[in-house]
């Protein structure tokens, strides 16, 4: 259990916990919300000891394993599946000592604990993670130097997810993937065997991989039972009786207060009015909750033009000689909203780039309205602003003719107020970074927006206020994000990128769901044989490989032998069975059985590769 008993703590003279508290049971699964910036990862790094308490204290079990990602992993020459495997420590030590050691007792501790931590399937599993945030069997094998620091950031993801600590602590895991590796996370989570804990703003993931909400809010901490929308139907409901009670309340404080007002100078009614007022003076008061400052987007309203705003006629579009999607003939309005379905790598950011003409053609003809504005907004654009100047300053450039005045309410309508825009963006939160990104987006009030990933760092009321505004937005609207519920809530019409084509979907967003959980349909039946076929042969590279998995299990058996026959000479010796020596006995004896134990897993391992083996070469 992890327990935050009374814990307080202040960032410079700032409060963000006052006698804040919370027990959560080993192996549940808790989401951890709150308003941006009210110290959701500072609670993480309280946690894992990096900070250090004013008062109060944060205890788990002994030896508890607590993991998170940190950073994203650094570039080297390292493969990604050997810096995932590399991620869990322990594994990798008894690895190495396994190698090294010579006493027959701690040998059989290694063997055995190797075993329980089945740390021969290591590498197996390490790949099923890695391929369900997106890499295949080719990318696993290159160096992390090869990607992006968002890929690496998977990677790191990746690491702790297979390290397996008894505390898991996620912050935005979803902001560096796409949808089909969120959905994936959200199944990998809901069946993680330990404690998680997952500061997130995506709803879908709240709703789907935990079972109770952690609420941060006035310093406070409040575990509340279900997920998300319970619990914001909870809250609501507790939030609505609170403000009943408070307005009761003061009914009643009123109604007293006048009869003291009224007859405190009358001798016949005095003792009945300081009786009122005891009860006044003993009345606890409820205080009404503040209700939170509304998100808002304010999108500028553009003219209409006549359809169609964009048109493609069999075109296609790539880089370099290679076109990545080819015999486009779609047709864009300006009442269109339209999501981008697609798999990692199928084409969605490259149409995105070619309907925002940061792209060209390479065949066929994409033709746009003459008087056509496009507003684009992704991910990277957010990582590009200048660190160094304010929100008023981006305005400033862009619009060098406006008042001051006007290019604050341009900001204020993006949730932006007088402080953030005096505030350099360096020092602004990443939520607060994508407004000013969306701002810049819209500013000249297009007809068309294309949104890559819009959601990332935004909390939930701010995409709720995204929705609102897209929803009233007359323009047309393009999404590529891994958030359903911002796809459900906001697109009328899916666009499906795969295999280098681009058509309607003509399922709906739950559909497309289990469809990506499921796998694709040629997936499925490349893992069934045809039954009158004869099977492929297998690669020289794959037999190699079993050869040389069956290999390290002979050795790992060879090496368990030589330890129990050390063992055996260990316990044929009569002075062991003198009583004297009860103790020490009873020791060996339980290294020799351990020992055994080992050996028939080892002996298990050693038959399935030589089987695997053997199938293989005779196919």
Not at 69 to 75: D, G, H, T
Not at 449 to 468: F, G, K, M, Q
Request: with cysteine.
């Amino acid at each position: 259990m992890l327990t935050l008993d009374a814990i307080t703590y202040a960032i410079e003279g700032r409060p963000l916990f006052e006698a804040a508290s919370a027990r959560i049971p080993t192996g549940h699964k808790v989401g951890l919300v709150g308003a941006n910036g009210a110290g959701k990862t500072t609670l993480f790094r309280l946690i894992r000891g990096e900070l250090a308490l004013e008062s109060g204290e944060i205890s788990l079990p002994v030896r508890a394993r607590i993991g998170g990602v940190a950073q994203e992993v650094p570039s080297s020459a390292t493969s990604l599946i050997d810096t995932v495997l590399a991620a869990d420590t322990e594994r990798a030590e008894l690895l190495a000592e396994a190698e090294t050691a010579t006493d027959p007792a701690r040998i059989a501790e290694v063997q055995t604990r190797l075993a329980d931590i089945d740390a021969w399937s290591a590498e197996a599993r390490a790949s099923a993670i890695l391929r369900g945030l997106g890499f295949d069997a080719e990318a696993q094998r290159r160096p992390c130097s090869d990607f992006s620091g968002g890929w690496r950031m998977r990677v790191a993801l990746a690491g702790v997810l297979f390290a397996q600590p008894d505390l898991l602590l996620l912050d935005e895991p979803t902001n560096y993937l796409d949808l089909e590796g969120a959905l994936w996370l959200e199944q990998y989570l809901a069946r993680y065997p330990h404690t998680v804990i997952i500061i997130s703003h995506d709803r879908d993931l709240l709703n789907r991989a935990v079972g109770s909400i952690l609420h941060l809010e006035n310093r406070k901490l409040t575990l509340w039972q279900g997920p998300y929308d319970q619990f914001a139907r909870q809250r609501a409901a507790a939030r609505a009786n609170l403000a009943a009670a408070a307005k009761k309340q003061e009914a009643r404080r009123a109604h007293l207060q006048s009869f003291v007002d009224r007859f405190k100078a009358k001798a016949s009614k005095a003792v009945q009015a300081q009786a009122r007022v005891k009860m006044l003076e003993k009345m606890e008061p409820i205080t009404a909750p503040e209700e939170a400052a509304k998100q808002v987007f304010t999108f500028p309203v553009p003219e209409q033009l006549s359809p169609p705003i964009i048109t493609l006629d069999g075109a296609a579009v790539g880089y370099g000689e290679k076109p990545v999607l080819r015999r486009l003939n779609l047709r864009i309005d300006q009442d269109d909203r339209i999501a981008l379905l697609g798999r990692n790598g199928e084409g969605k950011s490259t149409l995105s780039k070619l309907l925002a003409g940061k792209l060209e053609t390479c065949e066929g003809r994409i033709a746009r309205s003459s008087k056509l504005r496009i507003g684009y907004f992704a991910q990277h654009q957010v990582d590009e602003l200048d660190l160094g100047a304010t929100p008023l300053l981006h305005l400033q450039r862009l619009r060098p003719e406006e008042h001051q005045a006007k290019l604050r309410a341009r900001l204020a309508g993006f949730g932006l107020l007088a402080d953030q825009a005096e505030t350099e963006v360096g020092k602004l939160s990443g939520g607060q970074k994508a407004r000013l990104s969306l701002l810049l987006a819209t500013l000249d009030a297009p007809h068309l927006l294309i949104l890559d990933e819009p959601t990332n760092h935004l909390d939930i009321e701010s995409r709720e206020a995204l929705v609102e505004a897209l929803t009233a937005y007359s323009g047309a609207v393009i999404l590529v994000s891994h958030d359903m519920h911002l796809l459900s809530l906001v697109a009328d019409r899916l666009w499906l990128v795969k295999g280098g084509a681009v058509a309607p979907y003509a399922a709906d967003l739950e559909a497309y769901r289990a469809e990506l959980l499921a796998g694709d349909p040629e997936d499925r039946a490349a893992a069934k044989p045809a039954p009158k076929e004869k099977p492929a042969q297998p690669s020289r590279e794959k037999i190699l490989a079993l050869r040389a998995e069956a290999r390290k299990c002979e050795e790992r058996v060879e090496k368990l032998s030589e330890m129990l026959a050390k063992l055996d000479e260990k316990l044929a010796d009569p002075a062991l069975y003198e009583a004297e020596r009860a103790t020490e006995r009873n020791k060996w004896l339980l290294k020799h059985a351990e020992a055994r134990e080992a050996m028939g897993r080892a002996e298990e391992l050693w038959m399935a590769a030589l089987e695997a083996l053997e199938t293989a070469m005779a196919g």
